[in-house]
């Protein structure tokens, strides 16, 4: 099963970061992303999409160093839901992303006009520097046999 989110949006305020009890640093801030399509009337309207996006430890770190009002960042991450009670006993739900990466495309001093996607913006690329806990890729060794279409489960 996988639990995985990729958005590419621009940031809708400054990081807001705090350290809890045990040391632990979290930062919070909103991202939005745009759609465009055509309406009955074949008029352009945009649809924007604002995402509640959570970051833990380094990465809170990187965050309320590099990341500003308005640029433009991809991230990574798994969505959540959060249930809690607010000042008047009302139970509410929130939904949100937890990023465990991300790289600013646009509007910081980290973007320089690369192409993007590169081969540091893999999260998995072994020579990541991003702070970020990294999975291992496998090998040819380690990869699993290929199989003929009709042996797939679904």
């Known amino acids: 099963m996988v639990n995985r989110v990729m958005l590419i949006g621009n940031l809708g305020k400054d990081p807001e970061v705090r350290s809890l009890e045990n040391g632990a640093m979290v930062a919070k801030f909103s991202l ?14 945009e ?7 959570v970051v833990w430890r380094t990465v ?7 990341l500003k009002k308005g640029m433009t960042i991809y991230l990574e ?13 009302n139970n509410r ?3 949100e992303i937890v990023a465990d990466y991300f790289r600013v495309i646009k509007g910081g001093s980290g973007a320089n ?10 999260p998995y690329n072994r020579n990541n520097n ?3 806990s990294e999975a291992p890729m496998p090998t040819s060794a380690e990869e699993a046999p290929v199989t003929a279409d009709d042996d797939l489960p679904f």
């Open 47 to 53: 649809m924007t999409e604002w995402h509640d996006i």
């Open 113 to 122: 006009g690369a192409s993007f996607p590169g081969e540091k913006d893999d």
């Open 130 to 132: 991003s702070g970020v």
């Open 32 to 45: 939005a992303t745009s759609e465009s399509y055509r309406d009955k009337e074949n008029n352009w309207q």
């Open 93 to 95: 739900r929130t939904t």
């Open 60 to 66: 809170a770190e990187r965050a309320e160093k590099s």
């Open 77 to 89: 991450g798994k969505l959540t839901h959060r249930t809690w009670q607010d000042k008047d006993g």
